[in-house]
DNA sequence: ACAACTTACGTTACCCGTAACGATT
DNA sequence: AATCGTTACGGGTAACGTAAGTTGT
């Protein structure tokens, strides 16, 4: 009734696709690298990025001859797509049709995290999606991270924190480990054990992949003792299953294997101090906007629990049976 | 050469359009409603919002009969949608071709504004946006609020501020007025002089839809004073006019009016307590999330300043044209 | 009957991929 | 020669508007 207010107003458009193709350009560096990137041709992302100059009214990129390079109206560029691709990656996790997510994410655990929720974690993506399929891949720490760094791996559970523009860090709960050995090995009784105490035994530990060797091996270093490193494996329970034969002795979640100090099978030593505490994190590239990725991870933590027994855990009572008399 | 790093993964996808109509068919309540504002039919609109369903995978609307109901999942949409609109207008007016806005603004003023730097404000528009029309409209502050309101206005600058989530309210500087009366007028020559001082003296004020007439009534509240407002003029050049002819007193800018009092037209009266000072802003309704307005906000508050002479103030020597002893 | 949403349908326009070309190292 | 960006062309599809159909008030 009063007229003019639906006048037609128009300021120039433009599409998250654009946004899209020119944030990864100008990450990348080049046309060809964000197609492929983006599952597109190099021309369909050529022009993509051409109408988002239209938009701009001014050349985002100066094509040198091999390089693209941003002009300052591509870097301001650039800052707004990145706001918009995290929105848009906020928005398509917790708005999408759960079983829109299809492909594959790759994730990296330790072993303990395979050992008690990593089960669970897949069981509820295979749950709520089921177009989703999670490839689990277990191996030590350090070699997680030189996989996420190569792009191998989308995410990781792992000792932490990162520090690190690059990474997300997404706490995943925390444990401490503790000294055990065998309950046959004439180790201090049941009293107190200083640090020093140790040294007279071999320590079976995990490879230097393992981040949680790093981070002991500080542990040890505060003490003023050098690690006698003598057996290594990479498998968690057969470290536990070498320390219950009484070939050394080891640290061990007690979480984890507390079924097997109440059996009799390990003793846990009452060390001072204490080893720190393990906090564990979910790891992933900010820079990757994948919103499945973020999806598992926030299904992660809602589930990581390293007091669960994963269905790994079945294959335990195996390891107890060449000791029948444990029953 | 690791492989792996380009699988396709896809979760659905969604378009601004589309959260631009569902956004408007929340908030207006219709589809056809939507549609109008848009500029297209009300059957595109319905399918863009359809297209965000199948997106998330659930309806957002329960389709009454005659009224939409958002669902516990569309409410959710909406906050998504309105935050990707408000970032989706930073970039627009950050980045967007000036020459890509065009259209029609109106602009809502009070006379004063209009006096000072609104020329300025047009001036720096159709320099940096030539196809964009500012249409500007000088009136009272009450008016132009219930202006606002109705949808008349795009925005307003007018004292304030606002206290509304409705409103934004962007700072457009201040100013203090201060009396005035004709040299001619017996009123206490150079000494200080009291509110109840004014008490026997007409008041020339603008009309009551004046915010300021407002503001000033709350001042001689305070003093304990009722107003004696005889005679009111909507045009500010016109009240300094009156007072100068000695007809009554009134409140002036003096940053405006100024050169007057120094050619000795007018005579500034130090009355304490000095008038408060009136903080002026530009506003808008928040909802519209129009970047063109946005744009011509952010000009506006570049270019306010109330000490400046605009174009208007051509017409001032013809008002000291018969007073020409002046010069 | 009116006002709203839905559905159907024909047209349009846009977006993409292929392919040929040009430039640079 | 290899790689990257640009341009031109043709096909497919997705988005739009018109209009008819349906449903509640």
Not at 107 to 113: C, F, N, P, Q, R
Not at 280 to 297: D, E, G, I, S
């Amino acid at each position: 009734m009063i007229g003019f207010s639906d006048l037609p107003r128009r300021s120039a458009m433009y599409t998250l696709k654009q946004m899209e193709a020119f944030y990864w350009s100008a990450v990348l560096g080049s046309f060809s690298a964000s197609a492929k990137k983006l599952h597109a041709s190099q021309s369909a992302i050529a022009k993509r990025v051409a109408e988002l100059e239209g938009f701009a009214g001014a050349p985002l990129f100066e094509r040198g001859a091999r390089v693209l390079t941003l002009t300052p109206r591509g870097r301001r560029m650039v800052e707004m797509a990145q706001e918009m691709l995290a929105l848009n990656a906020r928005i398509v996790q917790k708005m999408a049709a759960p079983d829109s997510f299809q492909g594959l994410v790759r994730l990296g655990a330790t072993e303990l995290v395979g050992l008690t929720w990593l089960a669970n974690l897949i069981d509820q993506t295979a749950r709520q999606h089921p177009q989703l399929q999670l490839m689990p891949d277990i191996d030590g720490g350090v070699t997680l991270y030189r996989r996420l760094e190569e792009g191998s791996l989308d995410v990781a559970i792992m000792p932490g924190p990162f520090w690190s523009y690059e990474y997300e860090s997404v706490p995943m709960g925390h444990i401490r480990n503790v000294w055990m050995a065998s309950p046959s090995l004439a180790l201090g009784g049941h009293g107190q054990l200083a640090p020093r105490d140790l040294l007279a035994y071999p320590v079976i530990t995990q490879p230097t992949n393992s981040a949680l060797t790093h981070l002991y091996d500080g542990w040890f270093a505060e003490q003023g003792l050098s690690v006698k490193r003598v057996l290594t494996c990479n498998s968690l329970g057969v470290v536990a299953q070498l320390t219950m034969l009484g070939l050394g002795i080891s640290y061990l979640p007690p979480s984890y294997f507390g079924p097997l100090v109440a059996a009799g099978h390990l003793r846990q030593l009452d060390v001072v101090p204490e080893l720190p505490q393990v906090h564990y994190y979910a790891v992933y590239k900010k820079a990757l906007f994948n919103p499945m990725v973020a999806r598992v991870v926030e299904l992660a933590s809602e589930v990581c629990d390293f007091n669960m027994r994963g269905s790994a855990m079945a294959g335990l009572p195996s390891l107890l049976a060449p000791r029948p008399e444990a029953q």
